[in-house]
């Protein structure tokens, strides 16, 4: 089978499509064909060795995937060849087939294509976990997304107006906030712009931002948090800028504010029912179509050079999706 292969931690223009030994099944197991798959930011840094752990080399990239289940390990059941799935591993997702374990995968609902299927995992589980389970936002709060136009970004912006909030969409360019308020955004901010955050005090009315969605860090960071309103949630998703910010304990008590971090790797070991639970609502709303994941830009197989290059030029709206078959 053909399969994205990363032998050395070297620039994306010289990783390649290898031919390589199709997965063989092992217990516990569901082999894959995958239709799409998912390349995110930290799929970006992963392949130049950027990333805080490293995979042993040689590997295929890509954690997230869509697409039709081709066997399955004796001890299985429940995964009928040709059933649709989507799934979430560590790597191995930009290939023909992957093996994953059975607890990985989920039926595609209905009308949910692969490239949304691919789209949907990570970002969405991140988004709702960090909005509902740590953030408590309530409808009626505002809630300010930092990087609205990115992969967690956008999750956040509908999850936002599914929860009942107005949302306010922060990004650096024109395109990205259009973007954002084309997925339901109610206010685009420019925070490259000086005066931002007295744009934002003109927005809330003063208020300032009950939740705070933060994938981006460094200074931004530290000036978003000025900005949170009484009993304020400031939630701390990632670092795409590249800075991990220092943040003065003096703030949070005058602020009234609260810091609070998510770490979507550990939930499933630290707070199973929890992640069970928002699971099962995301489901529930991909299903019923209350929830429509948004695909950024979809590449051929042979292309898939452009998603990587898309998530490391800070030039990605919403998630690169490979496509495969
Ligand atoms: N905590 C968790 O469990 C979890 C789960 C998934 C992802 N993450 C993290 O969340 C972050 C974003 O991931 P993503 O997949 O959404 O990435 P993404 O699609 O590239 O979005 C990141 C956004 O950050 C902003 N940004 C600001 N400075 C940047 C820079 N120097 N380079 C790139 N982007 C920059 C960009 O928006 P503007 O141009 O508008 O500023 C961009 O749209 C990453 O750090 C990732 O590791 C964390």
Known sequence: ??????????????IAIKNVAKPELSSGMVRVRVQAAAVGFVDGLKVQGLYQTKDPLPFTPGSEFAGVVDAVA???????PGTPVIGMVRNGSLAEYICASAADLFMTPDGVTPEMGA???????????????????RSGETLLVLGAAGGVGIAAVQLG??????????ASTEEKRQFAIECGADAGLDYTHEGWRDELKRLTGSHGA???YDPVGGELSLQAFRSIAWNGRHLVIGFASGNIPALKFNLPLLKGGALLGVDLAQIGRREPEVRERVIAQLFTWLSNKTLVPVV??????????????????????????????
């Open 1 to 14: 089978m053909k399969a994205v292969v990363v032998e050395d931690y070297d620039r994306i223009e010289n």
């Open 74 to 80: 004796s001890d299985i059941e429940g995964f009928a």
């Open 119 to 137: 789209s949907f995992f990570a970002n969405y589980l991140t988004a709702l976990y960090a909005l509902s389970a740590r953030g408590k936002l």
């Open 161 to 170: 107006k599914l929860l009942g909030a107005r949302v306010i969409a922060a």
């Open 210 to 212: 009950d939740v705070i």
């Open 296 to 325: 950024g830009r979809i590449f051929a197989f042979e292309d898939f050079r452009g998603a990587f290059a898309a998530m490391t030029t800070r030039s990605a709206l919403g998630k690169m999706v490979v496509r495969i078959d």
